[in-house]
């Protein structure tokens, strides 16, 4: 593949796994909080819904799956797997346009 060949494909793709990476632990953290006291502050939905959106939607979605968590909210289960397909789409357009 031509893209792991060049440094600028190297560093997308390092940088797309390290936010899936954070976007997955996220998600197990969150879930562990979950089960702790009523009194220890959540992780915002609104968090996991932006490191989805900046990339990290495989993450959050892979973390659903693994944690059995925010699998029966709707909004998980509908926005998740579109913000996958809307990241692909980014950067597929992202790697043929800039021709890298």
């Known amino acids: 593949m031509e893209l792991l060949q060049t ?4 560093i997308l793709i390092g940088t797309l796994t390290l936010i899936n990476l954070v976007a ?3 998600m197990g953290r969150d879930k ?3 089960y702790a006291e009523k009194h220890v502050r959540r992780i915002p939905e609104g968090l996991i819904f932006f490191m989805a959106t900046m990339f990290g939607s495989v993450g959050v979605y892979l973390g659903m799956l693994t944690f059995r968590h925010k699998t029966k909210k709707w909004y998980f289960k509908l926005g998740i797997p579109m913000l996958i ?3 692909l789409a980014l950067v597929y357009a992202l ?3 800039s021709g890298i």
Request: hydrophobic share 45%; charged share 10%; aromatic share 12%.
């Open 24 to 26: 997955f632990f996220i």
């Open 32 to 34: 562990k909080k979950s």
């Open 95 to 97: 790697v043929t346009l």
């Open 7 to 10: 440094t600028v494909g190297q």
């Open 85 to 87: 397909v809307q990241n």
